[in-house]
């Protein structure tokens, strides 16, 4: 039995949810590990949402939460160096 439009689309939308988790965690890890830093996990972080921003138009509560994962982002990577570093 085929998938019909329906169906098709709430797959899709679980292939992207999945697809965005995925990329956050490997982007964790490469955090963690030292080969990113905060700024590229953020910027990799943040691709698709700027994407959106960019194709709609950008939203001030979005930017402003941007900003604040950004010091969220550098807090951790600080946090892990320290615990790496002993």
């Keep these: 039995m085929g998938i019909d439009g329906a169906e098709n689309d709430w797959l899709k939308s ?20 030292g080969h ?3 700024a590229e ?6 691709l698709d ?5 960019n194709q709609w138009g950008e939203d001030e509560d979005a ?7 950004a010091d969220d982002v550098a807090i951790a990577a600080r946090f892990m160096r320290l615990v790496r570093a002993g």
């Design 14 to 33: 679980e292939k992207r949810r999945e697809v965005v988790e995925s990329a956050r965690k490997l982007t964790t890890l490469a955090l963690a590990e």
């Design 36 to 38: 990113l830093d905060a």
């Design 41 to 46: 996990a953020h910027a990799l972080g943040s």
């Design 49 to 53: 949402e700027l994407f959106q921003a």
């Design 63 to 69: 930017a402003q939460r941007r900003v604040n994962v």
